[in-house]
C-alpha cells in the first residue's frame, strides 16, 4: 500500500529521518510517535504524497484517506453532508437524480418527460452500485457517531466551528474506507494526524472501535494514549536525536516495554564502551612517553575511538519548553464585561443572551456540546467576530491574550521569527530570543515559515506569543491540543499559576482542574453557575 525506501526528510538544514525503509501493508494499525518536532507530521505528509521527500522516494498504490491537523476543506459553500457523500460521488449523483426527479413530475411534454424517466433510471442504477440509500444511511451514522447532528448536515461548511469542519473531513474519510473491496475488507490505507482531535468521550470511544476493526493500513499520530494502546499493533518511534525510525512490531504496551529495555541496554553498552575506551586511552598515554611504543598508543587510541564510533548516539533528555504565563498587566476591578451576546447564522440561532462579567483574576469555564458556540463566544469577546446583537465592554487597562485552537492567530505565511515580533513589536530582539528558546525554537528554526511547523509547534508559537503579551485576560482555546504529554503538563502548571483572569474552553479535564475556575457558562443557553466537581464530566463530553 505504502513503501518509502532510503527516506531523507529535513526541516531547513536540520535532519528529522535519514535512509529511513518503512512500508505499510493491509491490516498494519501503526502509531507514529516521537516528541513534538521529531518530524511525525512532516513523515504523514509525505507518506500520503502532500509533500516531497528531500531525498528517497515514497510510493502508494490503492485508496488513501489523510486527515491533516489543518484539513483542506475545499468549497465552504457545500452543505456538511454533501461533503462527506462526495467521498465515494454521492453528493453529486443525488443532487442529478433529484433534478430529474423535479423532470420527471414538472415536464408537460411526453417525450421530455421519457426522457427524464430514463436518465433518472440510469442514474440510480449507478447510485445503487455505489451502495444507494444504504450507503447514505452509512454516511449518517458515521457523522452521528462523531457528534455531528442532522442539523449540522444540512448547513454550509462556512457556517460550522474549525472542530466541527475537522469531524466532518474525519466522516468523509471514513465514509470512504467503509466501503468494502472484494471479500469484504477495505483496502484504503487510512493516515490520521491526530484524529481525536475536537471528539467528544463517547466519539472517541466510538473511533476507537471502528480503527481497530479497519481491514486496511493505518497510521496514526496521536497523543491519546488509550487509543494508542486500543488500536496499533506496530510502532514507529521517531528518533529526533538519531535522526532514525526505531521500528517495534508489536501492540503498544509491549512497545513501552521493549522501548524501556531497549534504552536500558544502550545506557549499558555505552557506560562497558566508555569504561574501556577510557581505559585504553590511559594506557596510550602512558605509551607515548616512549618512542618505542609509540606506534602501539597510536593503535590503543583508534581502538578507543572505535569502540565509541561504534554506539548508538546516547538519547538525551526530550527538552520541554518552560511555559509560564505573562505576568498581567494592572487593569481594573472588573477589566472585561460582555451583554447580551447573540449569533445566528440564517435561521440557525448558536446562542443568544449571553452576559458575562470577568473580575481581575478570576477563571471561567466555558461548557457546551459541540457545535453550542463556545470557538465563537471566545472570538466575539477576543474582538475577531461581530455579534448579532450585544456588545463587548473593555474595562480599564485591559489587555486580551487570545489562543486560538486552530492557530489563526499565527501568520502562516510568516517565519517564527516574524510572528513573535508581531506578538512584541516593542520588545527588544534578545529578549525575544530568550523567549523563542525557552519554546524550543533556535538557529535556523526561526526562519521557517509558521505554516510548515507541526502541530504541537504551532502551539508553543502561539503561546509564546501569549507570554509575550502582558495580557490580564487570557482567552483559551483547546490550549493542550497537539501537545505530547511533558508539554502539556507545562501548560497546566502555567494555568495553575497564573495570576490575570482566563476564561477557557477544553475536553481536557486535566486543564480544568489546574485551572480551578470559579464559575461556569454554560451554551446555548448562556447560564451562568458556580464551579462544581459535578461538571467536570461534561467537558469531555463537551
Known amino acids: 500500500m505504502i513503501t518509502a525506501t532510503d527516506l531523507e526528510l529535513r526541516a531547513g538544514s536540520r535532519i528529522l529521518l535519514a535512509d529511513a525503509n518503512l512500508r505499510v501493508q493491509g491490516g498494519d494499525r501503526i502509531g507514529l510517535v ?15 504524497g ?27 459553500s457545500v452543505a456538511a453532508k454533501d461533503r462527506v457523500l462526495s467521498a465515494r460521488g454521492l453528493d453529486e449523483l443525488l443532487r442529478e437524480m433529484e433534478k430529474a426527479q423535479n423532470a420527471m413530475a414538472e415536464l408537460v411534454d411526453e417525450r421530455k418527460r421519457d426522457e427524464a424517466i430514463r ?71 487510512l493516515l490520521l ?18 480503527l481497530r476493526s479497519h481491514t486496511g493500513g493505518l497510521i496514526v499520530i496521536s497523543h491519546d494514549v488509550e487509543l494508542l494502546a486500543a488500536v496499533v499493533n506496530k510502532v514507529w518511534f521517531l528518533d529526533a536525536t538519531r535522526s532514525e525510525v526505531d521500528i517495534y512490531n508489536m501492540e503498544w504496551k509491549r512497545y513501552l516495554e521493549a522501548r524501556a529495555t531497549d ?6 553498552e555505552r557506560a562497558n564502551a566508555e569504561k574501556k575506551a577510557s581505559a585504553l586511552m590511559a594506557q596510550a598515554d602512558k605509551m607515548r ?15 578507543a575511538d572505535k569502540l565509541l564510533a561504534g554506539l ?71 474582538g475577531r ?35 513573535i515580533q508581531h506578538a512584541a513589536p516593542d520588545a527588544p530582539a534578545q529578549q525575544l530570543r530568550t523567549l523563542l528558546g525557552a519554546f524550543l525554537f533556535t538557529g535556523e528554526q526561526l526562519d521557517q515559515p509558521a505554516g510548515t511547523l507541526s502541530g504541537g509547534e504551532k502551539t508553543r508559537l502561539a503561546l509564546a506569543g501569549l507570554v509575550s503579551s502582558a495580557a490580564n485576560v487570557l482567552l483559551l482555546d483547546e490550549p493542550t491540543n497537539n501537545l505530547d504529554p511533558a508539554s502539556r503538563e507545562q501548560v497546566l502548571e502555567a494555568l495553575r499559576t497564573y495570576k490575570g483572569a482566563v476564561i477557557l474552553v477544553t475536553h481536557d479535564p486535566g486543564a480544568v482542574q489546574a485551572l480551578e475556575p470559579e464559575r461556569v457558562i454554560l451554551l446555548p443557553d448562556g447560564t451562568e453557575d458556580h464551579w462544581s466537581e459535578d461538571y467536570l464530566e461534561l467537558v469531555q463530553l463537551a
Open 289 to 303: 612517553a616512549k618512542a618505542t611504543k609509540a606506534v602501539a598508543a597510536q593503535n590503543m587510541a583508534k581502538r
Open 312 to 382: 548508538d548516539e546516547q538519547r538525551v533528555s526530550d527538552k520541554v519548553a518552560r511555559i509560564v504565563f505573562p505576568a498581567p498587566a494592572p487593569c481594573g476591578r472588573t477589566p472585561l464585561t460582555a451583554e447580551g451576546l447573540s449569533k445566528s447564522y440564517g435561521s440557525l440561532e448558536i446562542f443568544t443572551g449571553v452576559d458575562l462579567a470577568v473580575d481581575r483574576g478570576s477563571r471561567v469555564v466555558v461548557l457546551g456540546l459541540n457545535g453550542a458556540g463556545k470557538t465563537t463566544l471566545l472570538r466575539m469577546i477576543g
Open 385 to 419: 467576530e461581530t455579534p448579532d446583537a450585544g456588545s463587548v465592554i473593555p474595562g480599564h487597562g485591559l489587555r486580551i491574550g487570545y489562543y486560538a485552537q486552530e492557530h489563526e492567530t499565527l501568520d502562516h505565511s510568516a517565519s517564527v521569527w516574524e510572528n
Open 34 to 48: 516521537g516528541r513534538n518536532g521529531a518530524g511525525k507530521t512532516t513523515t504523514l505528509k509525505v507518506l500520503a
Open 193 to 210: 494526524d491526530e484524529p481525536t482531535n475536537h471528539l467528544d468521550a463517547d466519539s472517541i470511544v466510538w473511533l476507537r472501535d471502528f
Open 263 to 268: 534504552e536500558k541496554r544502550r545506557r549499558r
Open 50 to 76: 502532500e509533500g516531497a521527500p528531500y531525498g528517497g522516494e515514497a510510493r502508494r498504490t490503492g485508496e488513501l484517506g489523510y486527515l491533516p491537523q489543518d484539513p483542506r476543506e475545499g468549497d465552504l
Open 119 to 189: 436518465r433518472y433510471g440510469r442514474l440510480e442504477d449507478r447510485f445503487s452500485s455505489l451502495g444507494g440509500y444504504a450507503a447514505e444511511s452509512e454516511a449518517a451514522r458515521i457523522c452521528s457517531n462523531l457528534g455531528l447532528a442532522d442539523r449540522i448536515l444540512t448547513q454550509p461548511l462556512s457556517t460550522l466551528s474549525g472542530g466541527q469542519r475537522r469531524r466532518v473531513e474525519l466522516a468523509r474519510i471514513l465514509f470512504a474506507a467503509s466501503e468494502s473491496g472484494p471479500g469484504g475488507r477495505s483496502e484504503t490505507t
